[in-house]
């Protein structure tokens, strides 16, 4: 593990807040010779913090616990969004090995053998507990895990004081949803340096300043709860955790496999009692890459507990603690947008393969668009006012992309193509496929398709790994030297090898005209409602608007599950005015339940009617908070 010694920086911590003892009795334990552990998990953060650098941020409390513990410099989740990475914290299994638990908002089947780190922290005599968020994009059942959950869950609630004990607190003071209202505070728009990715404008620059404004207050919130553990006297029997749960919330971070969605900050006190379980002095950084699915094994190892082979992470604090060479990030369906992207990095280098380039990065998503700085960025690209750089987000994608984190920090410059650093390319892009192929990747599988999840998905004859992503590759790279595979595969007996064949033709656009005919007889005998519609959306784009708009429209029905009737919205929306006859079914969608396919027909809607502007609402953000006042989810 690479460590770099740092100057001591003086902060303080103060304040305290008082939580009622009630709750779940804790089972009796043996006093153990085992440190306690914290976790103080905040939502959405970048390294907007004073111990990385940044000069903008007043972040007092997580500076002063870097200076006397670690400080993680490139730490990661392993998806840009809340959902997939919590399932790979809790599980120590990434999401992607266990479909769909790597879709947004999900329910991934855990193997009922696999136990989660806080039922294997409390097999080995911790005390657990757990306030409040779950979140976890699976099946697992909150209240069987934890000694205590919920918003009174507290450390204080065991009986027997002399029990170690784990306890997570999360944070949600700088979740997206709060930038969605400007924050007043020290920092003001007019101190904001926009990247150069973004336009400059009034939205983005209050969304920045919002966002250090919030951070700041969190900060505080960190300072509070700090406290409860000097007043208890346990500060220095306990392991302190801040990080963030995937990155930041401003332009073209959460959800996306840049820096900016997936680089977090972390930082861990090890009281002077445990400093032998660290990797460095205190004070020190860590540069080696870490991530979250780091997590679980490094707790277990600091709780003398085994880690489980379906944990492929390495622990980096404890006896055993290992460096990693590479840290892994993914993204599929976000909300009500589907994508499909896979990256790594060693903390200087990023690469990022995009399996559907012919969709945009910036496609709209409800939700995310309630920022201003997203609607003004979109306006600004209507407009034709953005520069080469800050209009890339809303046009197709390259296949592949290379970055150099050390010179182009903003991932400005693609450099995938040059053949400079061609051998570097085929190393990161080896890496990677050894990786998806290790964990079982199950990311080719659209939602609902057989072979979804972790035993299913080992099952050759539906899943074929490495066939499928050979034929992917070919697909997405977009080729016309593919078109024979792509045409071969259009009869494979294997329904997700049929899948890529169609999502191949549609990415080649103009270029499968040629296997046209083909494309319309496999349409009249396919079965697969994923086939059915990536081959739809790709006759229609043909300029076939008869039979596969009638086949997309049919497949937005009710007698189907949601996944594919927001797979088909999703084919309309991007062929344009041929969508048309989709208008009842749009709207059909919007009277539903589901936020995902209200939100795409909504959308879908007012871009047939001509009536969209950036600036429309089209989350139903009323009814939200109205269900969440209602004490139901978010």
Same mark, same amino acid.
């Given at each position: 593990?690479?460590?770099?010694?740092?100057?001591?920086?003086?902060?303080?911590?103060?304040?305290?807040?008082? +939580?009622?003892?009630?709750?779940?009795?804790?089972?009796?334990?043996?006093?153990?010779?085992?440190?306690?552990?914290?976790?103080?998990?905040?939502?959405?953060?970048?390294?907007?913090?004073?111990?990385?650098?940044?000069? +903008? @941020?007043?972040?007092?409390?997580?500076?002063?616990?870097?200076?006397?513990g670690l400080l993680f410099r490139n730490v990661y989740s392993n998806?840009?969004?809340?959902?997939?990475?919590?399932?790979?914290?809790?599980?120590?299994?990434?999401?992607?090995?266990?479909?769909?638990?790597?879709?947004?908002?999900?329910?991934?089947?855990?193997?009922?053998?696999?136990?989660?780190?806080?039922?294997?922290?409390?097999?080995?005599?911790?005390?657990?507990?757990?306030?409040?968020?779950?979140?976890?994009?699976?099946?697992?059942?909150?209240?069987?895990?934890?000694?205590?959950?919920?918003?009174?869950?507290?450390?204080?609630?065991?009986?027997?004081?002399?029990?170690?004990?784990?306890?997570?607190?999360?944070?949600?003071?700088?979740?997206?949803?709060?930038?969605?209202?400007?924050?007043?505070?020290?920092?003001?728009?007019?101190?904001?340096?926009?990247?150069?990715?973004?336009?400059?404008?009034?939205?983005?620059?209050?969304?920045?300043?919002?966002?250090?404004?919030?951070?700041?207050?969190?900060?505080?919130?960190?300072?509070?709860?700090? @406290?409860?553990?000097?007043?208890?006297?346990?500060?220095?029997?306990?392991?302190?955790?801040?990080?963030?749960?995937?990155?930041?919330?401003?332009?073209?971070?959460?959800?996306?496999?840049?820096?900016?969605?997936?680089?977090?900050?972390?930082?861990?006190?090890?009281?002077?009692?445990?400093?032998?379980?660290?990797?460095?002095?205190?004070?020190?950084?860590i540069a080696s890459p870490v991530s979250f699915i780091d997590l679980?094994?490094?707790?277990?190892? #600091?709780?003398?507990?085994?880690?489980?082979?379906?944990?492929?992470?390495?622990?980096?604090?404890?006896?055993?603690?290992?460096?990693?060479?590479?840290?892994?990030?993914?993204?599929?369906?976000?909300?009500?947008?589907?994508?499909?992207?896979?990256?790594?990095?060693?903390?200087?280098?990023?690469?990022?393969?995009?399996?559907?380039?012919?969709?945009?990065?910036?496609?709209?998503?409800?939700?995310?668009? #309630?920022?201003?700085?997203?609607?003004?960025?979109?306006?600004?690209?209507?407009?034709?006012?953005?520069?080469?750089?800050?209009?890339?987000?809303?046009?197709?994608?390259?296949?592949?992309?290379?970055?150099?984190?050390?010179?182009?920090?903003?991932?400005?410059?693609?450099?995938?193509?040059?053949? @400079?650093?061609?051998? +570097?390319?085929?190393?990161?892009?080896?890496?990677?496929?050894?990786?998806?192929?290790?964990?079982?990747?199950?990311?080719?599988?659209?939602?609902?398709?057989?072979?979804?999840?972790?035993?299913?998905?080992?099952?050759?004859?539906?899943?074929?790994?490495?066939?499928?992503?050979?034929?992917?590759?070919?697909?997405?790279?977009?080729?016309?030297?593919?078109l024979p595979s792509l045409r071969s595969a259009l009869t494979s007996?294997?329904?997700?090898?049929?899948?890529?064949?169609?999502?191949?033709? +549609?990415?080649?656009? @103009?270029?499968?005209?040629?296997?046209?005919?083909?494309?319309? $007889?496999?349409?009249?005998?396919?079965?697969?409602?994923?086939?059915?519609?990536?081959?739809?959306?790709?006759?229609?784009?043909?300029?076939?608007?008869?039979?596969?708009?009638?086949?997309?429209?049919?497949?937005?029905?009710?007698?189907?599950?949601?996944?594919?009737?927001?797979?088909?919205?999703?084919?309309?929306?991007?062929?344009? $005015?041929?969508?048309?006859?989709?208008?009842?079914?749009?709207?059909?969608?919007?009277?539903?339940?589901?936020?995902?396919?209200?939100?795409?027909?909504?959308?879908?809607?007012?871009?047939?009617?001509?009536?969209?502007?950036?600036?429309?609402?089209?989350?139903?953000?009323?009814?939200?908070?109205?269900?969440?006042?209602?004490?139901?989810?978010?």
């Amino acid at each position: 593990m690479t460590v770099v010694s740092r100057r001591t920086v003086l902060g303080s911590i103060a304040g305290a807040t008082t +939580l009622a003892a009630t709750g779940t009795a804790a089972r009796a334990a043996p006093p153990l010779q085992r440190p306690n552990i914290l976790w103080i998990v905040s939502e959405d953060n970048n390294p907007y913090v004073g111990a990385y650098g940044d000069k +903008l @941020a007043h972040t007092p409390t997580i500076d002063a616990l870097a200076a006397k513990g670690l400080l993680f410099r490139n730490v990661y989740s392993n998806a840009p969004v809340c959902a997939p990475s919590r399932f790979g914290i809790l599980t120590g299994v990434y999401p992607e090995s266990c479909a769909p638990a790597n879709q947004m908002r999900a329910v991934g089947k855990l193997p009922k053998a696999f136990k989660t780190y806080p039922e294997l922290m409390r097999a080995a005599g911790y005390f657990c507990t757990n306030s409040a968020k779950t979140d976890y994009n699976c099946d697992v059942d909150p209240q069987a895990i934890w000694d205590g959950q919920g918003k009174a869950a507290h450390w204080r609630l065991r009986e027997d004081k002399s029990q170690p004990f784990m306890a997570v607190f999360n944070y949600e003071t700088t979740h997206e949803s709060k930038i969605f209202k400007p924050t007043q505070g020290r920092v003001t728009p007019d101190m904001i340096d926009v990247p150069a990715f973004l336009p400059d404008t009034p939205g983005i620059r209050q969304d920045f300043a919002s966002y250090y404004n919030l951070m700041e207050k969190m900060d505080g919130q960190l300072a509070e709860r700090l @406290a409860e553990l000097e007043a208890d006297g346990s500060s220095e029997d306990t392991i302190v955790f801040h990080y963030s749960d995937n990155g930041g919330v401003l332009g073209r971070s959460k959800r996306y496999c840049y820096d900016e969605g997936l680089r977090c900050e972390m930082v861990v006190y090890v009281p002077e009692k445990w400093q032998h379980l660290m990797p460095g002095r205190p004070g020190s950084e860590i540069a080696s890459p870490v991530s979250f699915i780091d997590l679980a094994p490094t707790v277990l190892a #600091l709780a003398g507990a085994a880690q489980p082979p379906q944990m492929t992470g390495k622990a980096f604090l404890g006896p055993k603690a290992a460096p990693q060479k590479y840290a892994f990030g993914m993204r599929n369906r976000m909300d009500e947008r589907i994508d499909f992207q896979r990256t790594v990095t060693d903390g200087r280098w990023r690469y990022i393969r995009n399996y559907m380039p012919h969709r945009p990065l910036g496609q709209h998503q409800a939700f995310e668009w #309630l920022a201003k700085g997203y609607q003004e960025w979109e306006q600004a690209y209507l407009d034709g006012t953005l520069t080469e750089a800050q209009a890339r987000f809303f046009q197709p994608k390259a296949f592949e992309e290379l970055y150099d984190l050390k010179t182009d920090p903003e991932e400005l410059h693609n450099l995938a193509a040059e053949p @400079a650093h061609c051998a +570097l390319l085929k190393t990161l892009s080896q890496a990677l496929d050894e990786h998806m192929l290790a964990i079982h990747d199950n990311g080719f599988l659209p939602e609902t398709m057989a072979g979804e999840g972790w035993e299913a998905s080992r099952n050759q004859t539906l899943y074929p790994l490495k066939t499928v992503m050979t034929l992917a590759r070919t697909a997405a790279v977009g080729r016309i030297e593919g078109l024979p595979s792509l045409r071969s595969a259009l009869t494979s007996p294997t329904e997700v090898l049929r899948y890529w064949a169609a999502m191949g033709l +549609l990415i080649l656009g @103009a270029g499968a005209a040629p296997a046209k005919v083909q494309m319309q $007889a496999a349409l009249a005998r396919e079965t697969s409602p994923h086939v059915r519609i990536a081959l739809s959306e790709a006759l229609a784009r043909l300029g076939d608007d008869g039979t596969p708009v009638t086949a997309l429209v049919a497949l937005c029905g009710e007698d189907q599950p949601w996944q594919v009737r927001l797979h088909a919205i999703n084919a309309l929306t991007y062929i344009g $005015a041929a969508a048309a006859p989709a208008m009842e079914a749009a709207k059909q969608a919007m009277t539903g339940s589901n936020e995902y396919l209200k939100s795409a027909g909504k959308y879908l809607v007012l871009k047939l009617t001509g009536t969209y502007t950036p600036a429309v609402q089209v989350f139903d953000w009323e009814g939200m908070q109205a269900r969440i006042k209602a004490g139901g989810a978010p």
